[in-house]
């Protein structure tokens, strides 16, 4: 009888375990990754024709972290490619978020614990990927190539200026339109301390990178820092071997005084891939009007997100005033869209439904000109200057 027990105890046991690995993630993640309900606003005709006409690029979502196929409509989340094509984005950035600390928050966190090597081990991903940072980013970006080589030509992976130039070049005649997907990183830590790793990272297709995330690292202080100083001498190094590798600078995260450091200097175009304005949005990690003249000045763009602690709300409507300060500060030419879809962010829409912004920035008083250049043109400009290594 007690060995009976046992068995039926240690069944249990693994048919729990079993549950755990299979259903545990995708609880996490719809737990983290919401849409919030609230009505959305209604779009006109107008605003439907325009929508279909834009080339639309999002600097940032963090869907590769996820344990979902890419290439399906999935019941969780933001993003997957039939939604990509649904809401016409022409271009995806994919960030590689490979570290966050227990209980992260827009204050203070020290780099002590991590919340992503559970979220790792339960997915079941490689064990290469379970003690290393390198190893998770490059699995990410092999996660991106496979779902490219397996979506008969609706996923281009883009990686210089000439992929860029098919993109469009396809989008112009196939149908469906083949969607672009860019890697970026969320945070260097992943080069566990060795600048050399930024050419392996190249190698395997990133192109753009932030120096820090949710912790101080040993090349820059984070806006949730608990130093938030600026740049070291390593991090000066890192942001002279990006440019010259052709991996686009990003000051998302990055403390007040990092973000100065780069800014001050910088030789190519720089981005803020996703955030807000402090103008409208009074949160520590959101930009400055002397910052967004400095991202301006070099050429770059400030790209806003659809979250609350971005844009102070969920509604396109709160997005839409954050782009129009951009806008009426330093110009048209220097404000895009930076999601952060898939980043443990509540929205209102996804990105099936991006013509919500389109809706909203025709409310706020956008030309057909400026809307292009927010949705889209103002990013291929930086990031076809940014991807050219010098």
């Not at 204050?107 to 997915?123: E, K, M, Y």
Request: with cysteine; proline share 3%; aromatic share 4%.
């Amino acid at each position: 009888m007690k060995k009976t027990i046992l068995i039926i105890v240690g069944l249990v046991l693994l048919i729990g375990i079993a549950g755990f690995f299979q259903f545990g993630p995708g609880m996490v993640e719809r737990s983290m990754n919401k849409v919030d309900g609230e009505p959305l606003i209604e779009v006109s005709d107008e605003a439907k024709a325009l929508h279909k006409t834009l080339t639309i690029v999002d600097l940032h979502s963090d869907t590769l972290l996820w344990n979902r196929n890419l290439l399906s409509r999935g019941t969780r989340g933001h993003m997957d490619l039939p939604r990509l094509e649904e809401g016409n984005v022409a271009l995806q950035v994919f960030s590689s978020v490979t570290k966050t600390p227990k209980g992260q928050n827009y204050d203070a966190n020290g780099d002590d614990s991590d919340n992503i090597t559970p979220l790792v081990i339960a997915q079941l991903q490689p064990t290469r990927t379970w003690s290393s940072l390198l190893q998770r980013s490059l699995w990410h970006a092999e996660k991106l190539d496979r779902a490219a080589a397996n979506s008969d030509g609706e996923l281009l992976k883009v990686a210089d200026p000439k992929d860029l130039d098919r993109l469009l070049r396809e989008r112009s005649s196939e149908t469906p339109k083949p969607v672009g997907a860019l890697l970026s990183i969320e945070g260097l830590h992943d080069l566990e301390g060795d600048l050399a790793n930024l050419d392996t990272l190249r190698k395997a297709g990133f192109r753009m990178a932030s120096l820090t995330h949710f912790f101080d690292t040993d090349l820059a202080g984070s806006m949730h820092g608990i130093e938030k100083g600026g740049l070291t001498d390593k991090g000066r190094k890192a942001v002279r071997r990006m440019e010259k590798l052709g991996m686009v600078v990003d000051i998302a995260h990055c403390s007040h005084k990092c973000v100065a450091d780069i800014l001050a200097m910088a030789k190519r175009p720089v981005v803020s891939s996703h955030g807000g304005v402090q103008a409208t949005c009074k949160v520590n990690r959101n930009l400055s009007d002397d910052e967004i003249r400095g991202v301006a000045k070099t050429g770059g763009v400030v790209g806003i997100g659809y979250w609350d602690a971005a844009v102070c709300g969920t509604s396109p409507r709160d997005a839409a005033k954050a782009m129009k300060h951009v806008r009426d500060l330093v110009g048209i030419d220097y404000v895009a869209l930076g999601s952060d879809y898939d980043g443990a962010t509540t929205v209102r829409f996804d990105t099936s439904q991006l013509v919500q912004v389109t809706q909203a920035l025709i409310d706020e008083g956008f030309t057909e000109d400026e809307i292009r250049a927010v949705m889209g043109g103002n990013a291929l400009r930086v990031l076809r200057a940014g991807i050219v290594p010098q």
